[in-house]
């Protein structure tokens, strides 16, 4: 490969490394959505696109990781010296999140018969509030071990990266799918709808879109 397709190549894989990333961490935040609003039946959908993300995306950095490895060792040794500089840096890694499921949250917010309505109300949003913040603890995990990597490829594993963020994201929803909507479903239900998901909106407005153009085209193939 020439140089300079060698170089291009460089910059667009180590830019799919970020989009990877993003992905997941965009899907993890659609999740968080759901939890905000009370909507468990969204939050199980939305555990379900990903838990395929998270396949795809695994899957995906194996490939692009193996051809950057090619291609860093091609821009920086022989006759392409000088190209690319090798990083030599140690990377300092973010800390893991803590693992949070139902019992954690159970612990951190008990709610032991007989108990008052109020009682009820601070238990589930604080177990509510925890999950939200948590995921997006996860996010900022997500996306900043991705920037490591495509900093240095050797710094993390990303399959292994985004299989423990699957893991410590399905920990937390479902723990308060069971703890808040299923224990509590008539406190959802009153719940529910207090925090439109803002990707639902974006969803409903692309599929506008996409239905608007489809109709001209029809109209203009009649």
Same mark, same amino acid.
């Given at each position: 490969?020439?140089?300079?397709?060698?170089?291009?190549?460089?910059?667009?894989?180590?830019?799919?490394?970020?989009?990877? #990333?993003?992905? @997941? $961490?965009?899907?993890?935040?659609?999740?968080? *959505?759901?939890?905000?609003?009370? !909507? #468990?039946? &969204? $939050?199980?959908?939305?555990?379900? *696109? =990903?838990?395929?993300?998270?396949?795809?995306? %695994?899957?995906?950095?194996?490939?692009? @990781? #193996?051809?950057?490895?090619? &291609?860093?060792?091609?821009?920086?040794?022989?006759? %392409?010296?000088?190209?690319?500089?090798?990083?030599?840096? *140690?990377?300092?890694?973010?800390? *893991?999140?803590?693992?949070? !499921?139902?019992? #954690?949250?159970? !612990?951190?917010?008990?709610?032991?018969?007989?108990?008052?309505?109020?009682?009820?109300?601070?238990?589930?949003?604080?177990?509510?509030?925890?999950?939200?913040?948590?995921?997006?603890?996860?996010? /900022?995990?997500?996306?900043? /071990?991705?920037?490591?990597?495509?900093?240095?490829?050797?710094?993390?594993?990303?399959?292994?990266?985004? $299989?423990?963020?699957?893991?410590?994201?399905?920990?937390?929803?479902?723990?308060?799918?069971?703890?808040?909507?299923?224990?509590?479903?008539? =406190?959802? +239900?009153?719940?529910?709808?207090?925090?439109?998901?803002? =990707?639902?909106?974006? %969803?409903? +407005?692309?599929?506008?879109?996409?239905?608007? @153009?489809?109709?001209?085209?029809?109209?203009?193939?009649?």
């Amino acid at each position: 490969m020439h140089k300079t397709a060698a170089v291009l190549r460089h910059r667009e894989l180590t830019q799919e490394i970020y989009n990877i #990333g993003d992905e @997941v $961490a965009e899907y993890i935040e659609h999740i968080a *959505e759901a939890v905000a609003d009370y !909507d #468990g039946e &969204l $939050a199980d959908d939305c555990l379900a *696109e =990903f838990s395929e993300i998270v396949d795809d995306a %695994r899957q995906d950095a194996r490939r692009v @990781v #193996g051809e950057l490895i090619g &291609l860093r060792q091609a821009l920086t040794s022989g006759m %392409r010296a000088g190209i690319l500089s090798a990083s030599a840096r *140690e990377e300092e890694k973010v800390p *893991e999140p803590e693992l949070l !499921d139902a019992s #954690g949250l159970v !612990d951190l917010y008990p709610l032991e018969a007989p108990y008052s309505v109020q009682t009820m109300h601070d238990s589930l949003t604080g177990r509510t509030d925890l999950v939200v913040q948590h995921l997006g603890e996860v996010v /900022q995990y997500v996306l900043e /071990q991705t920037e490591m990597v495509a900093r240095e490829l050797g710094a993390v594993s990303l399959p292994h990266l985004y $299989a423990r963020a699957g893991e410590l994201v399905e920990a937390a929803a479902e723990g308060w799918i069971e703890t808040v909507c299923e224990d509590h479903p008539a =406190f959802t +239900r009153t719940m529910r709808g207090s925090n439109p998901p803002e =990707f639902l909106e974006e %969803r409903a +407005r692309i599929d506008a879109v996409v239905a608007k @153009v489809a109709a001209k085209r029809s109209r203009r193939g009649a």
